[in-house]
Nanobody, 124 residues
Framework: QVQLVESGGGLVQAGGSLRLSCAAS????????SGWFRQAPGKEREFVAA????????YYTDSVTGRFTISRDNTKNTVYLQMDSLKPEDTAVYYC?????????????????WGQGTQVTVSS
């Protein structure tokens, strides 16, 4: 059974930074894709970023490109989301997810593994 545990959320002023972590356990993630999603109040959950564990290829939604950076540490089975130049519209619960299929992560469909979520609040 795969377990994903997020940490690093909190309250920050606009323009500030936060780094989210997602620690994975339960199996080797060498063939997996990890992603970050977020859900703001009253809105649907949306894709934020993804990274492949083998090649390290990264993918971002347009609204965070240039401000957020996804990375992974294979030795720690941990994925990070560095968030810089935060805006109030980035306020949401952020979720870590994992799948063996890149398409599922990019489309946000049929993803088998999810973390519990961590709250990010950006004040103006």
């Amino acid at each position: 059974q795969v377990q994903l545990v997020e940490s690093g959320g909190g309250l920050v002023q606009a323009g500030g930074s936060l780094r989210l972590s997602c620690a994975a356990s339960g199996r080797t993630f060498s063939s997996y894709v990890s992603g970050w999603f977020r859900q703001a109040p009253g809105k649907e959950r949306e894709f934020v970023a993804a990274i492949t564990w083998t090649s390290g290829n990264t993918y971002y939604t347009d609204s965070v490109t240039g401000r957020f950076t996804i990375s992974r540490d294979n030795t720690k089975n941990t994925v990070y989301l560095q968030m810089d130049s935060l805006k109030p519209e980035d306020t949401a619960v952020y979720y870590c997810a994992a799948s063996t299929e890149l398409g599922r992560i990019l489309q946000g469909n049929n993803i088998p593994y999810w973390g519990q979520g961590t709250q990010v609040t950006v004040s103006s």
